[in-house]
């Protein structure tokens, strides 16, 4: 079970960090955080490996930072100077494969809305 938290409304140009965490996996999972943008597919923002590695979309590369609680399933996404593009639905994502920003996650969340005005 995946659980984000920290959604909300923002202004443009304030920060925000999302949770995720990620219970019921006995071994530590490669988590990502994806979005939907109104009217669009579903996108990939961040992920990170098991081993810490991480990955960002150009939409947020310089802005957002994903990182893990050690060897945990627990993530976060903090995104600063939002934009009014970053409004969408944020999902957190896992797997037991590494798949980066690939949409083939196994396992989602319920999503957390953010809307940046």
């Known amino acids: 079970q995946l659980v984000e938290s920290g959604g909300g409304s923002v202004q443009a140009g304030e920060s925000l960090t999302l949770s995720c965490v990620a219970s019921?996996?006995?071994?530590?999972?490669?988590m990502g955080w994806f979005r939907r943008l109104p009217g669009q597919e579903r996108e990939g923002v961040a992920a990170?490996?098991?081993?810490?590695?991480?990955d960002y979309a150009d939409s947020v590369k310089g802005r957002a930072t994903i990182s893990r609680d050690g060897a945990k399933n627990i993530i976060a996404l903090q995104i600063n100077g939002l934009k009014l593009d970053d409004t969408a639905i944020y999902y957190c994502?896992?797997?037991?494969?590494?798949?980066?920003?690939?949409?083939?996650?196994?396992?989602w969340g319920q999503g957390t809305q953010v809307t940046v005005s």
């Open positions: 994502a896992a797997d037991d494969a590494n798949l980066q920003l690939a949409r083939w996650y196994s396992h």
């Open positions: 019921g996996y006995t071994l530590p999972m490669n």
């Open positions: 990170i490996a098991k081993d810490g590695k991480t």
